[in-house]
């Protein structure tokens, strides 16, 4: 795990509760990436009101000494969805292409059950080109958010509905 995934569980958000959402209890949304291999441990207290369920990262590869990975992640209070998010770690860039076709694939999974949409083209073209991008869509905000690691090696892309 390296520092930005920590980084994940300090984040706030302050929207509302999702409203647009095809599934809006907080068991629903932790199940919504079963079928893309991102099984979360369920709704959780991580501390005071802040709520959410995460899975683990899956592997994308077998690069050493780590592989690029790809994990699902809700957040919320104790009762309501505030946001979901994809993040993908590309720890090998000469593999980068195939994990973002992966990225692609579950953000299109994830946008589809969050809002009983396809993903919108704009939204998809930042995921392809790994560029950022913050969208309305519904009354929701997308963003895709790019963030390269200091020490050039690799980056981060999340994809974030709240």
Same mark, same amino acid.
């Given at each position: 795990?390296?520092?930005?995934? !920590?980084?994940?569980?300090?984040?706030?958000?302050?929207?509302?509760?999702? !409203?647009? +959402?095809?599934?809006?209890?907080?068991?629903?949304?932790?199940? +919504?990436?079963?079928?893309?291999?991102?099984?979360?441990?369920?709704?959780?207290?991580?501390?005071? #009101?802040?709520?959410?369920?995460?899975?683990?990262?899956?592997?994308?590869? @077998? !690069?050493?000494?780590?592989?690029?990975?790809?994990?699902?992640?809700?957040?919320?209070?104790?009762?309501?969805?505030?946001?979901? /998010?994809?993040?993908?770690?590309?720890?090998?860039? @000469?593999?980068? @292409?195939?994990?973002?076709?992966?990225? #692609?694939?579950?953000? !299109?999974? +994830?946008?589809?059950? &969050?809002?009983?949409? /396809?993903?919108?083209?704009?939204?998809?073209?930042? &995921?392809?080109?790994?560029?950022?991008?913050? #969208?309305?869509?519904?009354?929701? #905000?997308?963003?895709? &958010?790019?963030?390269?690691?200091?020490?050039? /090696?690799?980056?981060?892309?999340?994809?974030? &509905?709240?």
């Amino acid at each position: 795990m390296n520092r930005n995934t !920590a980084l994940i569980f300090i984040l706030f958000f302050s929207s509302p509760a999702l !409203a647009e +959402l095809k599934s809006t209890t907080p068991a629903q949304v932790c199940n +919504l990436m079963i079928e893309a291999g991102l099984s979360t441990g369920g709704w959780k207290n991580h501390y005071d #009101q802040e709520f959410g369920c995460s899975s683990p990262y899956k592997d994308i590869g @077998s !690069a050493l000494p780590l592989p690029n990975n790809l994990a699902f992640y809700a957040e919320g209070n104790r009762d309501s969805v505030k946001s979901v /998010k994809l993040v993908l770690n590309v720890n090998d860039r @000469s593999t980068a @292409s195939s994990a973002n076709k992966q990225l #692609q694939k579950a953000a !299109a999974i +994830l946008f589809q059950k &969050i809002t009983s949409e /396809k993903i919108p083209q704009p939204i998809m073209n930042a &995921i392809i080109n790994g560029k950022g991008i913050s #969208q309305k869509a519904g009354i929701s #905000q997308v963003e895709v &958010i790019r963030d390269n690691w200091p020490t050039g /090696k690799g980056y981060e892309i999340k994809i974030v &509905i709240k």
